[in-house]
Structures are given as C-alpha cells and as structure tokens.
C-alpha cells in the first residue's frame, strides 16, 4: 500500500482546508489510519486517527473540535477536515497507516506506511 497526501496550502487564521490522505496498490482495510504533523523546529505530533475496526475517532488535545477524520472505503481515501484553523496548526501533515492497536495509536513509530507530507501554512 502506499499513501498520497495532498490538499494543504495557504490559509488565513480562521479558515479552513481538506487534506485527503489517498491509498493505492492496497486498501486501508485493516488499517489504523493516522495524520502527523511537524513543525518547523518540533517533533512530529499526533493529531488524530480513525480506527481500522471503526468506532470514535481519536484527536489530540490541540484540535479537537476543530479537526474531523473520516473515511471513505469506496474512494480508499482518508480525509482530514481542519476548521477554524489557528497559526499554530501551520506544519507538514503526514497521513500513516499501521495495524496498531488503540492504546499505541497516538504513537508515530507504530505506522509502517506514510504518505509524503502535504504543508499547511496559515497566516495570523
């Protein structure tokens, strides 16, 4: 399987975008999916995931509320919805796919297959 992320780009404070996190050679049957992100200078972090067995997703702290993953099995697409978008939420977003079980899925070494990143940048 591999991962294409694309959908980022340039956004005023308050705005929002769509990442897509597309899937070929494979499906994300299975798969725990995931989007990272890092920026500038930081760690990559994690931000929220959607469960291989389905259930309600996972966000981190920082932009829940705000961010909606979902998923699309017919269009092997992951999505990622970002809303009232801050400066702070500017990084490189990465969307992974990995047979990680819950209580691991916040962690980025658990993903086996990501996607390049696709860069948000959003202007205060």
């Known amino acids: 399987v591999q991962l294409q992320a694309y959908g980022g780009g340039l956004v005023q404070a308050r705005g929002y975008l769509r990442l897509s996190c597309a899937a070929s050679g494979g499906t994300f049957s299975g798969y725990t999916v995931g989007w990272f992100r890092q920026a500038p200078g930081k760690e990559r972090e994690f931000v929220a995931i959607?469960?291989?067995?389905?259930?309600?997703?996972l966000y981190s702290d920082s932009v829940k509320g705000r961010f909606t993953i979902s998923r699309d099995n017919a269009k092997n697409t992951v999505y990622l919805q970002m809303n009232n978008l801050k400066f702070d939420d500017t990084a490189a977003y990465y969307c992974?796919?990995?047979?990680?079980?819950?209580?691991?899925?916040?962690?980025?070494?658990?993903?086996?297959?990501w996607g390049q990143g696709t860069l948000v940048t959003v202007s205060s």
């Open positions: 959607s469960r291989a067995t389905g259930g309600v997703p």
């Open positions: 992974a796919a990995g047979r990680t079980i819950l209580s691991t899925a916040r962690d980025a070494q658990y993903y086996n297959i």
